[in-house]
């Protein structure tokens, strides 16, 4: 299953900038939904268009791999 990692770099990125950044900002600045957005932060294994990710690493500031992991469907 990727895991998106959206919650901790939004975390990481209201760090960074010393504010408050809430699921309405990200919305503004991305053309996102926020119903879209609080699917992605809130369903695991939610699918989403390789367009959000994009938009969501250009407005988080980070890599694809800061926002996608891939982790196993059942503990080994």
């Known amino acids: ?3 998106v990692m959206f919650k901790q770099q939004l975390d990481e990125k209201s760090f960074r900038e010393k ?3 809430t699921l309405q900002d990200v919305s503004d600045a ?3 939904s926020r119903a879209t957005l609080s699917r992605i932060a809130n369903t695991p294994g939610y ?3 390789t367009d ?3 938009m969501l ?3 988080l500031g980070c890599e694809l791999e800061d926002l996608l992991k ?3 469907d059942k503990p080994e």
Do not use: E, F, L
Request: hydrophobic residues 35%; glycine residues 4%.
């Open 57 to 59: 690493c250009d407005y």
């Open 52 to 54: 959000h990710i994009d």
């Open 1 to 3: 299953m990727i895991r």
């Open 47 to 49: 699918n989403t268009s």
């Open 70 to 72: 891939r982790v196993a």
């Open 30 to 32: 991305t053309g996102i």
């Open 19 to 21: 504010r408050r950044i």
